[in-house]
């Protein structure tokens, strides 16, 4: 989807990190509090892993549906 708006994408990207700062800061104390600091790099880097494979499979469906679209 393309959109025609001015700083859409920064604002966008600005307000999604805000929102992940919030939550990722106390959710890293506490499960820094309840076991250990390798259990907050271990579930971060699921969290990563897992924004990458969505990521992925998000460019992968707008490929495939420009594809269709233009027969």
Known sequence: MVVDRPAYATAMYWNTMMVTLVIAGP???????????????FVGSVFAISSAVILGWDMYQRRDLGKRGNR
């Open 27 to 41: 959710t890293a104390g506490l499960i820094a509090q309840i076991s250990d600091f390798q259990t907050v790099i």
